[in-house]
């Protein structure tokens, strides 16, 4: 795909007019650019001359696409073989560039599902997040991490699956509280035959697929044929699952009938905003929603707007079998063509008319709306919070990214510092940040040494990436966990990377290091404090509050992998599958390092070349 950019005197109207000479009726990705290089705007194409020629006018533009040909002072051409492939380059480069007039969808993490491993006789069942590496059955995506959890619990409660680690399964001798409680059938301990447990498995896996009903007659005819045989122990259990899943069923929220497999998304916008709304729907069965505000490119309508959330939506998630939409886009055709090409099957857009998916639309449409009422006050508020903040600090301006930073340890073992921010939209999560000290130098404790290596690192990448500070990455305020030593000592610091201009403030406890009587720190003037009830003190409170949060538990997940580490993590090649065979066979990692080459080499899942690796570790050659 040839490249062509050049960097015309012109601007506007006559630079875009400037280049339909040289273009082609070619399919391709165009991209606008201001005249300090910056990109404005990414477009596909399905024949670039045709589009160019339609900015080259003077006339007819909204006042966005105005501004955006005002503004522009170069441009950028990529040519495709097809508009299908034009599409999909055209949402990397609009996810990877983040252009101004283009809407963007600016939160995209990862959905989790549901996993029935398959690497165990007695297969687990599980929430994962993440690259589908594990051997296994997956079922999603959910919505939330507790759409998931909630399904788990119900699940356990019908078909007593576990749910434990299989290094657990392997060293119990008796069986776990899940198993007294009914939600377990107790395979560690042999209660349960390989192939009632198999039975199991595949009425969880129907359950999963949409097809309950036929669990729930099984489940009826097995506890007839026992009560019959006045087995009546074993029928009382399958009653009790029986109504587990009657309840399950008759709990969930909307489950269609008539819609096995779709995205239900709806849009609504106003005043500027916009909130997408997105239900997933799974073997006939809501598997919860998520809502998404998506930068609008500075006033984009509601069709480029869906257009683009689709594109990057889908561009790292598998879309299914069909799409179901509150409003049209651009090209459907091409879209589903784009997405059938991701996925490797059919995938079927829609904008239903009437019926069941249309009253699915409905429902989501109508909870984008209520989402949208609720952002915009939030917002509203969390911009009165924020102009306080800079009048209480005398800022000139209110702050649009703080930035908290905290550090966290137990007399200097696992320290680990920490940084949250806050913004507009009030807590940044995808902006939070974690830091693992480097220095060895730094004394145990010393509070002092690790906020310096934790700046030092924070803002020397800030002055590689971005020195002339044209992102919004940059902080307008500093709040630090201490009183005038720590702000002295942080504004040295910057001082020595040449960053002078970042307001910081100091928040100390107080009197009787009370919630209420903080202390604000800054350089050169005297100590004050906020009168209590201020809702400026409350929300500085709740950002260190948020940063203690973030820091103490970063320090409790590197405490937990230290303490459950063993030698083994050292050895070459032993990942954690070879390292839970090889402690299910010698019961401890002592007991591998004693073990002859022999005996290593006898472990399931240890080639030969592995075990000399693991006993020339452990013996010193």
């Known amino acids: 795909m040839p490249e062509e950019i050049r960097k015309p005197s012109l601007t506007g109207h006559d630079v875009i007019q400037s280049y339909l000479k040289t273009l082609d009726g070619s399919p391709g990705v165009y991209r606008m650019l201001d005249e300090k290089g910056a990109v404005l705007y990414v477009g596909k194409a399905r024949n670039l001359t045709a589009r160019v020629s339609s900015y080259a006018r003077a006339t007819g533009h909204s006042p966005r696409i105005a501004r955006m040909i005002r503004d522009t002072a170069t441009m950028m051409f990529l040519t495709t073989r097809t508009e299908t492939e034009a599409l999909l380059l055209e949402q990397n480069?609009?996810?990877?560039?983040?252009?101004?007039?283009?809407?963007?969808?600016?939160?995209?993490?990862?959905?989790?599902?549901?996993?029935?491993?398959?690497?165990h006789a007695f297969p687990q069942i599980k929430k994962h997040r993440g690259a589908k590496k594990e051997k296994g059955e997956y079922f999603?995506?959910?919505?939330?991490?507790?759409?998931?959890?909630?399904?788990?619990?119900?699940?356990?409660?019908?078909?007593?699956?576990?749910?434990?680690?299989?290094?657990?399964?392997?060293?119990?001798?008796?069986?776990?509280?899940?198993?007294?409680?009914?939600?377990?059938?107790?395979?560690?301990?042999?209660?349960?035959?390989?192939?009632?447990?198999?039975?199991?498995?595949?009425?969880?896996?129907?359950?999963?697929?949409?097809?309950?009903?036929?669990?729930?007659?099984?489940?009826?005819?097995?506890?007839?044929?026992?009560s019959e045989a006045m087995e009546f122990e074993r029928a009382a259990a399958l009653r009790d699952r029986l109504r587990a899943l009657t309840f399950v069923q008759g709990s969930q929220s909307v489950n269609p009938t008539g819609v096995a497999e779709a995205d239900v998304i709806a849009l609504h916008v106003e005043g500027g905003q916009a909130c997408v709304q997105v239900f997933f729907i799974r073997a006939n069965q809501n598997w919860g929603n998520r809502d998404y505000y998506p930068r609008t490119g500075a006033g984009a309508d509601a069709r480029e707007i869906m257009q683009a959330f689709i594109g990057q939506f889908y561009d790292t998630k598998d879309p299914p079998r069909q799409i179901l939409l509150s409003d049209g886009i651009e090209d459907i055709e091409l879209m589903s063509e784009a997405l059938a090409l991701k996925a490797g099957r059919k995938v079927e857009i829609l904008i239903p008319q009437r019926g069941e998916k249309k009253e699915l639309v409905a429902g989501a449409l109508r909870n984008a709306r209520e989402s949208l009422a609720r952002k915009m006050s939030e917002t509203a508020t969390q911009a009165k919070l924020l102009t306080g903040l800079g009048e209480a600090f005398d800022l000139d301006s209110a702050p649009t990214r703080?930035?908290?930073?905290?550090?966290?340890?137990?007399?200097?073992?696992?320290?680990?510092?920490?940084?949250?921010?806050?913004?507009?939209?009030?807590?940044?999560?995808?902006?939070?940040?974690?830091?693992?000290?480097?220095?060895?130098?730094?004394?145990p404790g010393d509070d002092f040494g690790m906020m310096k290596e934790v700046l030092t690192r924070r803002f020397k990448r800030l002055l590689k990436e971005d020195p002339s500070r044209e992102t919004e990455n940059w902080p307008d305020l500093l709040l630090i966990d201490g009183g005038a030593g720590q702000v002295s000592a942080v504004r040295q610091i910057l001082a020595e990377l040449g960053v002078e201009d970042v307001p910081m403030v100091g928040v100390a406890k107080g009197v009787d290091r009370d919630h209420g009587k903080e202390e604000f720190h800054r350089t050169g003037l005297r100590p004050f404090a906020l009168q209590?009830?201020?809702?400026?003190?409350?929300?500085?409170q709740r950002m260190r509050d948020e940063a203690h949060r973030f820091a103490i538990g970063a320090h409790r997940q590197k405490r937990s992998k230290t303490v459950g580490a063993t030698p083994l993590d050292e050895v070459p090649g032993v990942g954690s599958t070879r390292k839970r065979a090889l402690l299910a066979h010698f019961g401890s990692a002592k007991a591998v390092g004693r073990a002859n080459l022999t005996d290593l080499k006898a472990v399931d899942g240890i080639s030969n070349a592995i075990a000399e690796t693991i006993y020339d570790h452990f013996h010193g050659n």
């Open 402 to 443: 703080v930035e908290v930073y905290d550090n966290s340890h137990i007399q200097g073992a696992h320290a680990v510092g920490a940084m949250i921010v806050a913004g507009p939209d009030g807590f940044l999560k995808s902006q939070y940040r974690k830091f693992n000290f480097k220095d060895d130098s730094i004394t």
């Open 532 to 540: 209590r009830g201020d809702p400026v003190l409350y929300f500085i």
């Open 93 to 119: 480069l609009i996810k990877q560039l983040k252009p101004r007039y283009n809407v963007l969808l600016r939160d995209d993490k990862s959905f989790p599902n549901i996993l029935l491993s398959k690497e």
């Open 140 to 226: 999603g995506p959910f919505a939330s991490a507790g759409a998931v959890n909630r399904t788990l619990n119900q699940l356990q409660k019908v078909f007593l699956l576990r749910n434990c680690s299989d290094s657990t399964f392997e060293s119990r001798t008796r069986p776990c509280l899940l198993y007294q409680i009914k939600r377990c059938a107790g395979p560690c301990v042999g209660l349960i035959s390989d192939d009632a447990y198999a039975g199991l498995v595949k009425d969880a896996q129907k359950f999963l697929q949409g097809r309950s009903t036929q669990v729930q007659e099984t489940l009826a005819a097995e506890m007839q044929k026992a």
